[in-house]
């Protein structure tokens, strides 16, 4: 297929894993749940959408480079849907696309749904997605969105059969300003990088400091653009160039960095004017889904994928595990694979997913985003989760992140 | 035979005994020390604490009442303590992350539950071998056993299902689908019912054991609580089919429940995120662990109030209380 790298290597698998638990285990089903044996019968066909990994590796040596960011998360969810499935009748395929760097993304989804996917996680950054939501065939599939946290798509972007499970920068955002305040860590330096990334997070950040009492007392923009994973004693140039950048900033309680693409940030710990914290995208960060997060059954969730894709879950993949398992939950409450039953009940009041967060999540019925806990952490441990407490809200302290009803500017 | 409790009640009934459970002991297992809490029945004050494997979790006692079980999730063994002596004896080796471990009251059979593996193992504790590897669903959790012995219950955190498998053959006949992320599973004493707790559901789906389906769901409102901190875990039944307790987890709370009605009579506050819970053996109070604050809470059943705060160790997980 042109512009895009096509595997079957999931479905084949699946298939395989599926016939040698129902030989195991039919003969001792008898079907409480479902009138017949649990032979798998009602088929559920995901589609997956990758992009391929660009050039730039992640510039420290610890972080591994991911080439299957997502899919891994889609493909543990399909095998815990399939765990249920078994017992009522049920079998969840998966079938993935990665879309090459110069590749069609709109080419790749109408591919999924010419064989069959009702159902389509993307882990797609804003362009890509964008390609999508603008083919005819958008309006058939329900799309969960799995990679790009644009406020944009919670709302005058939105559209009717776009999902998220990944959080919003604002979410991310407002779970970091709850924390700081929490501190009292109120007045904050910006440092941004030159992406439109950085751009968007940097006025999310700006935005959850008028919601919540944060005050920016100086900003800078990181003047450079990325530089290669560095070579040996990268260090020297830093350890001089950084502390004399910051030296002119107003004081402040805490240093953010604004680095969603991982080129600076990690650059400045310790290498501060003032003897400060840094967080933002790193040092102290909001995020879905880390590796340190070890409540609420985290640890069993961690110890399943990690078995499955040798590597830890990012929040990319937790985000693709959450669509696919709103997705297997629907399935099993309603005892149907049918999309419009489905979809009925995960935006209605009986759906709950647990999501190793402590709160079941939900979705918002405004702007279809998942509701859901952040993680506030620094590289080794949970400093907290958010919503903070104190953080009042009349329905749930859960929407005092991101975008909430009244404000939303979403209307389809 | 149901083990010590019953007998403990069969005793102080002769004796019209004034002062409950003189020589009463309740073991805590504390998950985060790798510790057990041994508080003495009386004073109310812990007497002991005793050096187990890595993250212990849920405990069990032999059928003869001798030997407590403790399942290590983070070694892979059961620790074996004499209740007498507070010696680790020996230790069993469980399959990988034991949670949830219960004893089988007819033959030397420990169940437990494999988190990781999504299977249900069965020890023989006397043979010291492994009797049976039955596979369930995502995340075994809770695991019951009926009073007769016929049926084990199993609960699967992801699954989302009370899997009944018959203790003859040993494998899954009936699977029953119950709310978010179920945890405990507890029988009436006639056995008639089971208990399922879910953790993200909040309810307590009451299963019935001759037509396998649900009859009643429990639910929760505590007042001036947020929806999302009640989360229900723990679940203790009284023998005379009057009280069940529910531990409201990160609310905080303990309901009481109407065992006849499903009516919720009240809300007790204890310690922070209440986990699990033990009655003593002539059920005159109830013992709860609180994890977030490191402590125990004994309740008197009578007036349904908090008497008494006792710390332990950290994130206090299990307790069984031993005449």
Known sequence: MFGTARTEVARVRR????????????????????????????????????????????????????????????????????????????????????????????????????DGAEWIVTALPADRLRDILGTDEADDVVIFNAG????????????????????????????????????????????????????????????????????????????????????????????????????????????????????????????????????????????AWHRAHESWGAVQLHRRFEAQADRWMTPTDFAAWLAVRAIGEGATRTRSVGQEEIVDYIMGDGFQLGAYLGDPVTFRSWDRQLRQPILVTGPRMVASVSPQEGFLHPVTPMDSLGHDAPETGCTS | MTGPKTLVAAVTAGLVATTPALAEKIFVSNEQDNTVSVIDGESLEVIDTIEVSRRPRAMALSSDGTMLFVAAGDDDVIDVIDVESHDVTSSLSSGPDPEVIRVDPNRPYIYISNEDDNIVTVLDYE??????????????????????????????????????????????????????RPRHAEFTHDGSQVWVSSEIGATVSVIDMESFEIVHTITFDVPGVPREAVQAVGVELTSDGRYGFVALGPSNRIAVVDQESYEVLDYILVGQRPWHMALNGDETRLFTTNGVSGDVTMIEVNSLEPVRSIPVGRFPWGVIVVD
């Open chain 2, 127 to 180: 043979a010291r071998t492994r009797v049976a590897e039955i596979p369930v669903g995502v995340e075994p959790e809770g695991i019951a056993v009926s009073p007769d012995g016929a049926w084990v219950v199993n609960t699967t955190e992801t699954t989302n299902m009370a899997h009944f498998i018959d203790t003859e053959a040993m494998q899954i006949e009936h699977n029953v689908l119950v709310d978010a």
């Open chain 1, 148 to 287: 790009a946290p644009d406020d944009a798509f919670r709302n005058e972007e939105c559209h009717a059969s776009l999902y998220h499970t990944t959080p919003s920068r604002a979410m991310l955002s407002d779970a970091l300003a709850q924390f700081l305040v929490f501190k009292r860590w109120q007045t904050w330096a910006l440092v941004v990088g030159n992406s439109d990334e950085d751009r968007l997070r940097a006025e999310a950040i700006r935005r959850a400091a008028t919601r919540f009492g944060g005050r920016i007392a100086g900003e800078l923009d990181w003047p450079h653009t990325a530089l290669a994973r560095r070579a040996e004693g990268g260090f020297h140039a830093i350890q001089r160039e950084v502390p004399v950048f910051l030296q002119d900033l107003p004081d402040h309680d805490i240093l953010i960095v604004v680095d969603e693409t991982d080129y600076f940030g990690e650059y400045f710990p310790y290498q501060t004017w003032r003897p400060r914290p840094v967080g933002g995208t790193q040092g102290l960060i909001a995020t």
């Open chain 1, 15 to 114: 298939a395989a894993l599926a016939g040698a638990i129902c030989a195991g285990l039919a003969a001792a089903i008898v079907g409480t749940v479902g009138a017949a044996p649990a032979v798998a019968a009602d088929q559920l066909r995901i589609g997956f959408i990758g992009l391929e990994r660009g050039d730039r590796e992640p510039v420290s040596l610890l972080d591994t480079v991911v080439e299957d960011d997502g899919a891994q998360g889609a493909r543990l969810a399909v095998e815990d849907n399939n765990a249920t499935g078994r017992f009522m009748g049920q079998e969840f395929l998966l079938d993935e696309v990665v879309v090459a760097r110069d590749g069609d993304a709109a080419e790749a989804f109408r591919g999924l749904i010419a």
